[in-house]
């Protein structure tokens, strides 16, 4: 996934309000960009890190900028969670990710009853119905999810399994938008009754696919799949 436009560079100054970073540019001028990252970013916020930002040319918008990713520890960490299901749904059209790369038709944002998932992929044999989260927690070699309690994560974890005893293949994909991990694991620390519905998830035959993806002012492009555990 290639940015459509060149990213902007400056420095974190602060972020509040969970939606909201204040940055000071290269150029000297100070800017509020918009953070659609509504959890806790622990383990990838940092004062005075390293930045890029979208420029956004949108009369209606009350800031001017989208925060895409911050440097931590010379890596860089993608933190804005709309990227993800782009991502995904561009390389589940392409093939680029291994067991996922079967599908003739693949939709954006699909209902199912009370719950809305982010893709469903069909071929001439079976539909797939996916949901797909953004990953910036690290914990050691982990990334971990969620990062906040999360009553949203939970209700689409009980749609997947409804799905699959329907007859869909279902499908978790967590994009992990950093490359200095080695692993993936439900966050049970943070929130255990997520952690549990995960394994419960994957009892029922709800597939996990915990993909990485290596984050640059340029692109954001996956590489590979993850192994991952659910007890840490």
Known sequence: MKFDTPLVRGRLIKRYKRFLADVVLDTGETVTAHCTNSGSMKSCLEDGAEVFLTPVNDPKRKTRFTWEMIRINGNWVGINTSNP????????????????????????????DESRLDILAENDYEQCAIEVKNVTLKDGDFATFPDARTERGLKHLHTLIRLKKEG??????????????????????????????LKQAAENGVEIFPVQARVTPEEIKIERVLSYVFIR
């Not at 991502?87 to 067991?99: M, S, T």
């Not at 996922?100 to 699909?110: A, C, H, I, P, S």
């Not at 694991?185 to 549990?196: F, G, K, N």
């Open 85 to 112: 299901n782009k991502l995904v749904f561009e390389a589940i059209r392409n093939k680029e990710i291994p067991g996922l790369d079967n599908y003739t038709r693949v939709t954006r944002e699909v209902k199912f």
């Open 168 to 197: 869909y293949r279902a499908v978790m994909v967590y994009v992990i938008q950093r490359m200095d991990v080695t692993t993936f694991a439900p966050a049970a620390d943070i929130d255990p009754q997520y952690a549990t519905a």
